[in-house]
């Protein structure tokens, strides 16, 4: 295959998981267990969103394809290629926490990765979200040790929560069928070497935390080949429920 | 936003009243002569009983009306057309939540913590604008509210930056630098649909005739009923009178509106050249007591967001004081 079409599968699926990540993070908007969280994952919520806005702006101005905002509200779900952690409902507060705190350092490293990467307009975006990420992350960390060291309670549910998220966490890399050409071409590593980095970001903050890890077992795929969970077309159809009045006017 | 111009009575004033008498008259006499030469009152200074309790009252009001104001709004950011709108949404959504730490942080100063706020918040004693009490029913409705509430709102802030108690006037600085930003957001997303295709245009006239009667009723009743504000003036607790700051906003807003091409539902709305004031008819005030009773269309559904926010977010906070307690240390691991 052409090397821009495995760049822009390559970024579509990053630019899925950041939207819809995103959009999940801001269905907290006015519901945080306290100001400061609510404020928080609105916070993150636009810096993913606008990630992805940026991404599919790549596509759209680098290669070839569409506008972004045709891109993001108006596609068909099995167009999307965001991962089934993304999807799932925000859940209690503990399943959240835990889904940004493993998103947000496997998002950490594949940026990284992309300091070096030989398509420019990547590196660049790396470039610029890096300083981001590492605000993320350190509000992830902190929350983990928080809750984590709080009492039983607390700690149960932080455990209970990365039962819950980690095979789901580990569909973020589902390798692609040319990854291996990716690699070689130095746009990126490809998904066994992030996932690799991505398990020496978290083990040093779980173990602190006194969180057992998971082994991966069954990570849950699909979402790459545009296999959704049943969460993900009820969430396009709220995202595209006005846009869709009229796609051709400006709102 | 969203501080409403109306500070809600509570029915039983009586108590208040015997301790205003107790203030001791010479600290009273100096207490009122600072606030006429523009002095701010701080935190530690000596206050009369029922200025601490009208101050707590107005901002826990304001704070409150900033975290329930982020909800009408706030569910349509899974929804807003766009990035760009999108984008912000988000952010204008939380400045707004981000106003409420500030007042109730400000609130706090006067001795009321954070807590017992929300906690009078959740069980209807304490109230926030009545304007949040109605639904946003389109996209529409959320342009209105951007635009034209945020407007309304800082008509009523600016006025009260330039009150008597420090920690709130600086919460309100800040506040409104944040606001007239909000405003250009809103404005511009107001004129988007203003200037849009004939679906766009119709559904804003529909949430604008449906918004029009909160937006009047927003500063509160009318200056001749609305007694007990003398003192309040006096004490630079209250900066301008009820119908003062819904004539200003009329008169910053309504040509902006009728310039558009849009109408407002009400054909006595008119602007008397003689008298320099606008003219409209009374808007229903029953209904307006009505809904700070709690009978408004939406007040059990905004109270039970809130409701259902700190209730799952109890064990958080439960833990947050907990840590503090056992000092840092790892919890061990059986």
Redesign the interface.
């Given at each position: 295959m052409l090397l821009n079409q495995l760049i822009k599968e390559l970024i579509t699926k990053m630019g899925d998981d950041e939207l819809i990540l995103g959009h999940r993070n801001s269905e907290w908007t006015g519901l945080g267990p306290v100001m400061e969280e609510d404020i928080a994952f609105s916070s993150m919520a636009q810096d993913k969103i606008g990630h992805s806005w940026a991404l599919y702006r790549i596509l759209h101005e680098e290669l070839g394809g569409e506008d972004p905002d045709q891109f993001a509200f108006m596609r068909s779900e099995k167009d999307f290629k965001c991962c089934h952690l993304t999807e799932m409902p925000i859940g209690s507060y503990d399943f959240s926490l835990m889904r940004h705190f493993l998103f947000d350092h496997a998002e950490t490293v594949r940026y990284n990765s992309m300091l070096q990467s030989s398509f420019l307009p990547l590196q660049q975006l790396a470039r610029k979200v890096r300083g981001e990420l590492k605000y993320h992350t350190l509000h992830a960390d902190a929350w983990i040790m928080q809750l984590c060291r709080a009492g039983e309670e607390s700690y149960l549910k932080m455990q209970t929560a990365l039962d819950n998220c980690f095979q789901l966490a580990c569909g973020i890399f589902e390798a692609g069928p040319d990854d291996k050409q990716l690699a070689a071409e130095n746009v990126y590593p490809g998904e066994e070497a992030l996932y690799e980095q991505w398990i020496e970001a978290i083990y040093p903050v779980l173990v602190k935390a006194s969180l057992n890890m998971p082994e991966r077992k069954q990570p849950v795929y699909g979402g790459r080949y545009g296999k959704h969970t049943a969460y993900l077309q009820p969430l396009l159809n709220e995202m595209g429920e006005v846009f869709r009045l009229n796609p051709e006017a400006t709102w | 936003m969203y501080g409403g111009g109306y500070i809600f009575e509570e029915p039983n004033r009586v108590q208040q009243r015997e301790e205003q008498l107790h203030d001791d008259p010479e600290k009273l006499a100096a207490f009122e002569m600072r606030i006429a030469k523009g002095e701010k009152i701080e935190p530690g200074d000596w206050m009369p009983a029922e200025y601490r309790r009208q101050l707590i009252r107005l901002i826990e009001q304001h704070a409150h009306s900033e975290?329930i104001g982020?909800?009408p709004e706030?569910t349509w950011?899974?929804?807003?057309?766009?990035?760009k709108?999108?984008?912000a949404l988000?952010?204008k959504?939380?400045d707004e939540?981000?106003h409420?730490?500030l007042l109730?942080n400000a609130a706090e100063t006067l001795g009321k913590s954070r807590e017992a706020m929300i906690n009078d918040l959740l069980s209807g004693k304490s109230k926030y604008s009545n304007v949040f009490n109605y639904p946003a029913e389109t996209?529409a409705d959320v342009t209105v509210i951007g635009f034209l509430i945020d407007a309304a709102a800082i008509v009523n802030q600016v006025a009260n930056a330039k009150g008597s108690y420090g920690p709130y006037c600086r919460a309100l600085d800040r506040i409104c630098y944040e606001e007239s930003f909000h405003l250009k957001q809103g404005h511009d997303?107001f004129i988007?649909?203003a200037t849009?295709?004939p679906?766009?245009k119709a559904m804003l006239q529909d949430a604008l005739n449906r918004w029009w009667q909160p937006i009047m009723h927003f500063f509160g009743p009318p200056d001749k009923v609305s007694g007990h504000s003398e003192k309040l003036m006096q004490w630079k607790v209250k900066m301008a009178s009820n119908d003062d700051m819904r004539n200003q906003f009329l008169e910053a807003y309504v040509p902006k509106i009728r310039e558009l091409g849009l109408t407002l539902p009400d054909p006595l709305l008119n602007k008397n050249e003689e008298t320099g004031r606008w003219e409209y008819s009374d808007p229903d005030w029953d209904l307006f007591f009505e809904v700070i009773k709690g009978n408004g269309p939406c007040n059990k559904e905004r109270l039970d967001?809130r409701k259902?926010?700190e209730e799952?977010?109890?064990?958080?906070?439960?833990?947050?004081m907990?840590?503090e307690a056992?000092g840092?240390?790892?919890?061990?691991?059986a």
């Amino acid at each position: 295959m052409l090397l821009n079409q495995l760049i822009k599968e390559l970024i579509t699926k990053m630019g899925d998981d950041e939207l819809i990540l995103g959009h999940r993070n801001s269905e907290w908007t006015g519901l945080g267990p306290v100001m400061e969280e609510d404020i928080a994952f609105s916070s993150m919520a636009q810096d993913k969103i606008g990630h992805s806005w940026a991404l599919y702006r790549i596509l759209h101005e680098e290669l070839g394809g569409e506008d972004p905002d045709q891109f993001a509200f108006m596609r068909s779900e099995k167009d999307f290629k965001c991962c089934h952690l993304t999807e799932m409902p925000i859940g209690s507060y503990d399943f959240s926490l835990m889904r940004h705190f493993l998103f947000d350092h496997a998002e950490t490293v594949r940026y990284n990765s992309m300091l070096q990467s030989s398509f420019l307009p990547l590196q660049q975006l790396a470039r610029k979200v890096r300083g981001e990420l590492k605000y993320h992350t350190l509000h992830a960390d902190a929350w983990i040790m928080q809750l984590c060291r709080a009492g039983e309670e607390s700690y149960l549910k932080m455990q209970t929560a990365l039962d819950n998220c980690f095979q789901l966490a580990c569909g973020i890399f589902e390798a692609g069928p040319d990854d291996k050409q990716l690699a070689a071409e130095n746009v990126y590593p490809g998904e066994e070497a992030l996932y690799e980095q991505w398990i020496e970001a978290i083990y040093p903050v779980l173990v602190k935390a006194s969180l057992n890890m998971p082994e991966r077992k069954q990570p849950v795929y699909g979402g790459r080949y545009g296999k959704h969970t049943a969460y993900l077309q009820p969430l396009l159809n709220e995202m595209g429920e006005v846009f869709r009045l009229n796609p051709e006017a400006t709102w | 936003m969203y501080g409403g111009g109306y500070i809600f009575e509570e029915p039983n004033r009586v108590q208040q009243r015997e301790e205003q008498l107790h203030d001791d008259p010479e600290k009273l006499a100096a207490f009122e002569m600072r606030i006429a030469k523009g002095e701010k009152i701080e935190p530690g200074d000596w206050m009369p009983a029922e200025y601490r309790r009208q101050l707590i009252r107005l901002i826990e009001q304001h704070a409150h009306s900033e975290i329930i104001g982020a909800l009408p709004e706030g569910t349509w950011i899974t929804r807003a057309p766009g990035f760009k709108r999108k984008l912000a949404l988000i952010a204008k959504v939380q400045d707004e939540i981000g106003h409420g730490q500030l007042l109730y942080n400000a609130a706090e100063t006067l001795g009321k913590s954070r807590e017992a706020m929300i906690n009078d918040l959740l069980s209807g004693k304490s109230k926030y604008s009545n304007v949040f009490n109605y639904p946003a029913e389109t996209w529409a409705d959320v342009t209105v509210i951007g635009f034209l509430i945020d407007a309304a709102a800082i008509v009523n802030q600016v006025a009260n930056a330039k009150g008597s108690y420090g920690p709130y006037c600086r919460a309100l600085d800040r506040i409104c630098y944040e606001e007239s930003f909000h405003l250009k957001q809103g404005h511009d997303a107001f004129i988007e649909l203003a200037t849009g295709t004939p679906g766009q245009k119709a559904m804003l006239q529909d949430a604008l005739n449906r918004w029009w009667q909160p937006i009047m009723h927003f500063f509160g009743p009318p200056d001749k009923v609305s007694g007990h504000s003398e003192k309040l003036m006096q004490w630079k607790v209250k900066m301008a009178s009820n119908d003062d700051m819904r004539n200003q906003f009329l008169e910053a807003y309504v040509p902006k509106i009728r310039e558009l091409g849009l109408t407002l539902p009400d054909p006595l709305l008119n602007k008397n050249e003689e008298t320099g004031r606008w003219e409209y008819s009374d808007p229903d005030w029953d209904l307006f007591f009505e809904v700070i009773k709690g009978n408004g269309p939406c007040n059990k559904e905004r109270l039970d967001v809130r409701k259902w926010a700190e209730e799952h977010g109890r064990w958080i906070r439960k833990a947050l004081m907990k840590e503090e307690a056992f000092g840092k240390k790892a919890m061990p691991v059986a």
